[in-house]
């Protein structure tokens, strides 16, 4: 990415800038004068000057050699303190800025994440060996104590060379903070006076649109941050006091502050989602975000395939549904109804009689309730399953039993399927729920890797998904089993019932709060109206049944999906871990501004197939650029790039279709100038 350089500071050097200012530094920090007498030695007035000097600058105007674009589409989240010591896991119980890393990764937009706990904030992350600053934007969630000794100037550095500022739930307590924000911190209050929008804005159009110029606050007697302005606009107030400001540095550059009571309301609000959202795409400019109406999306899993104790414990005893069930009550109704589900298989079969862990695949058997059990043939029909386009293979674990079935309580093996063996606690793989314990991390290593080998041998699938049998998972730190899951490149994990996980090899995100997630039956669809609210905008519902509700009324499939409301759209899991998988980068010369959609095995898998397609979001400022060029041309990878009208690219959001394939797509916008 090409972007302006910041200015360098060196000991002793001056520059002039076009306006006849000069810039001075020392010991790292930027001194502005306006005459070389009247030297500015407060903090405040220092970056109060700066903003000036900065904001003095013609936007309109456009030099050739400058990039179209010059700041980076990449964010920083800059937060008091992360509760893991290993920097990878982020928890929504224990990290306060988990709702906001949540809503980062369900947009696609790229970020990084500073602890002030652990690291000091210099120019070293905002500014790159080249010059360039790193990030079009900082999210800012910090406050006193946590930025008492860091490098605010840095930031103000930064800012300078174009990276945006947007500061939430924050009393930003710091003069070179207040210079950047336009505002200083007076007092906390508390009003239920409603919360107004004063003026028409990019940011408040949507809610405007939707006639939410106002939002009642009856009986929200929380305690928010009294600010005054210093130079900031007020877009929204709560009688008298500015509850958000935008401070407009440059066309490209904003420090924009949210008096949000608390974070999880920009996750859990619609009202401060939406300018949450908005507040970002001014930020940085654009965002580029999955073109999916999650709201009215859903996600179907089946849990159980292939577990052996359906076939003798009494509380959860059924035939396992057999190919020919397969084919007419699975597989044609999702034909039917354009769904794609995905089957959480078993691929260890705990069987009593040679006290060892077994293909489940090979069972033939008639069981006490005289039901005839093949599972071979269940086998069959999920290939059909998967051979139609259908159904998706992800991992339940190996055996969905304890990993150690011998020790007391035990052993399982010979212990009385009407007493002990029932139990429900030996039923569950990946945390010892017999026993009150943890499963080591080997040992939870050695069962997920088993069943990765096997789902591979027996339907060459390479599941993405891990939703451990009985809920049962571990933890702590070490153990913890999403990051085993992540290390071994499963791309999602259901951690039940509180917990849900983006995965990758740098980072196990909670993205608790952003796709709501329940259990369904064939007792139990009576209440799916219910359990499909609330919905959330940036996350699929994600429900899960078993393989018994078929067993016990084939046409169930067709009843869950008939009983979905008639807006609702299906979502496979392996479309849903591309989506959050697809790496989105962007790029800008002067003549050229460039996306790309990186789609890489194994996450992206499903993109091989299918198309994708991304929205578009434009800044007002950015969509003014574009306007005054004389021409635009559009393409994507090797297609003829076509002429396109400002109109066409402003509507928005402005849709992107990517086609399939792995790898690297590139959209590309050229520009005459
Ligand atoms: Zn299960």
Same mark, same amino acid.
């Given at each position: ?22 810039? #001075? ?74 709702? $906001? ?14 602890? !002030? ?26 406050? !006193?104590?946590? =930025? ?59 809610? %405007? ?24 606009? $007020?877009?929204?107030?709560? +009688? ?23 974070? #999880? ?22 965002? $580029? ?5 999650? #709201? ?29 069930? *397969? ?22 079969? %705990? ?71 029932? %139990? ?23 069962? *997920? ?51 849900? =996980? ?6 196990? *995100? ?32 994600? $429900? ?6 078929? #067993? ?8 869950? *999906?008939?009983? !979905? ?60 650029? !574009? ?15 076509? +002429? ?30």
């Amino acid at each position: 990415m090409t972007s302006q350089r910041a200015r360098c500071n060196r000991p002793a050097s001056t520059a002039k800038d076009r306006n006849g200012l000069v810039f #001075s530094s020392f010991i790292g920090r930027t001194i502005i004068t306006n005459t070389p007498r009247a030297r500015a030695n407060n903090p405040a007035s220092i970056a109060i000057l700066f903003l000036l000097i900065v904001s003095t600058r013609g936007w309109g105007e456009v030099r050739p050699q400058q990039p179209l674009l010059r700041k980076p589409y990449r964010v920083l989240l800059v937060v008091e303190k992360w509760s893991d010591p290993e920097s990878i896991l982020v928890d929504h119980e224990k990290d306060r800025f988990q709702p $906001v890393a949540a809503l980062l990764k369900a947009w696609s937009v790229p970020f990084d994440i500073l602890r !002030l706990d652990e690291q000091h904030l210099d120019a070293t992350y905002l500014i790159d060996r080249s010059g360039d600053i790193r990030y079009g934007s900082v999210i800012w969630l910090a406050d !006193l104590p946590s =930025y008492k000794d860091q490098n605010i100037a840095a930031l103000a550095e930064a800012v300078q060379a174009g990276t945006s500022l947007l500061v939430a739930k924050s009393r930003f307590l710091d003069p070179t903070l207040e210079a950047l924000v336009g505002a200083k911190f007076r007092q906390e209050y508390t009003a239920t006076d409603p919360i107004r929008t004063t003026e028409p804005h990019f940011i408040t159009r949507q809610l %405007a649109a939707e006639g939410l110029n106002a939002l009642n606050t009856n009986w929200d007697f929380a305690t928010r941050f009294w600010i005054e302005p210093q130079g900031a606009k $007020v877009l929204i107030d709560q +009688a008298g006091h500015p509850v958000l400001t935008l401070n407009q540095i440059a066309g490209d550059v904003s420090t924009i502050w949210l008096g949000v009571p608390e974070i #999880s309301l920009l996750r859990d609000s619609p009202y401060w989602r939406e300018i949450f959202f908005r507040s970002l795409v001014c930020s940085l400019e654009y965002l $580029v975000q999955p073109d999916v109406d999650y #709201s009215h999306a859903i996600e179907i899993e089946m849990d159980d395939w292939g577990t052996a104790d359906k076939g003798f414990l009494s509380y959860w005893h059924y035939l396992e549904p057999n190919e020919e069930t *397969l084919r007419e009550h699975l597989i044609a109704p999702l034909e039917k109804h354009h769904a794609i589900f995905a089957a959480n298989v078993i691929t260890g079969y %705990a069987d009593r009689k040679t006290k060892r862990i077994v293909s489940p695949w090979e069972q033939k058997f008639t069981d006490s309730w005289g039901l005839h059990q093949d599972y071979a043939s269940t086998r069959r029909g999920l290939l059909d399953a998967v051979a139609a386009g259908v159904l998706q293979i992800e991992s339940h674990g190996w055996d969905h039993m304890e990993t150690d079935l011998e020790s007391p309580p035990g052993p399982w093996w010979t212990a009385d399927l009407k007493g002990e063996a029932s %139990a429900d606690g030996w039923y569950s793989e990946f945390a010892d729920h017999r026993r009150g314990t943890e499963v080591p991390a080997i040992v939870q290593r050695f069962h *997920l890797q088993r069943g990765l080998h096997f789902i591979e041998k027996d339907f060459g699938q390479r599941p993405l998904e891990l939703r451990p049998g009985n809920g049962g998972w571990s933890k702590s730190q070490f153990n913890n089993t999403g990051r085993l899951a992540a290390q071994l490149g499963f791309g999602i994990f259901h951690a039940e019932p509180d917990f849900f =996980y983006y995965l990758d090899h740098q980072m196990v *995100l909670d993205m608790t709060g952003i796709s709501p997630h329940f259990t369904t039956g064939y007792d139990r669809l009576n209440t799916l109206q219910t359990d499909l609210k609330p919905a959330h905008l940036d996350g699929p519902v994600m $429900v899960v049944f078993h393989d018994r509700d078929i #067993s016990l009324r084939p046409d169930f499939v067709e009843s869950l *999906l008939d009983a !979905l409301p008639a807006d609702y759209k299906p979502i496979s899991a392996n479309q849903y871990v591309g989506i959050l998988h697809t790496q989105i980068e962007s790029s800008s010369t002067a003549a050229e501004w460039q996306v790309n959609f990186d789609d890489e095995d194994p996450y992206c898998a499903f993109f091989e197939k299918h198309s994708s397609s991304w929205r578009l979001w434009l800044s007002d400022s950015l969509r003014e650029k !574009l306007a005054n060029l004389p021409s635009m041309r559009l393409s994507i990878d090797k297609e003829a790039a076509k +002429a396109i009208r400002p109109e066409d690219l402003s509507r928005q959001p402005f849709v992107i279709d990517v086609p399939a394939g792995l790898g690297r797509h590139v959209w590309r916008l050229d520009a005459a100038r």
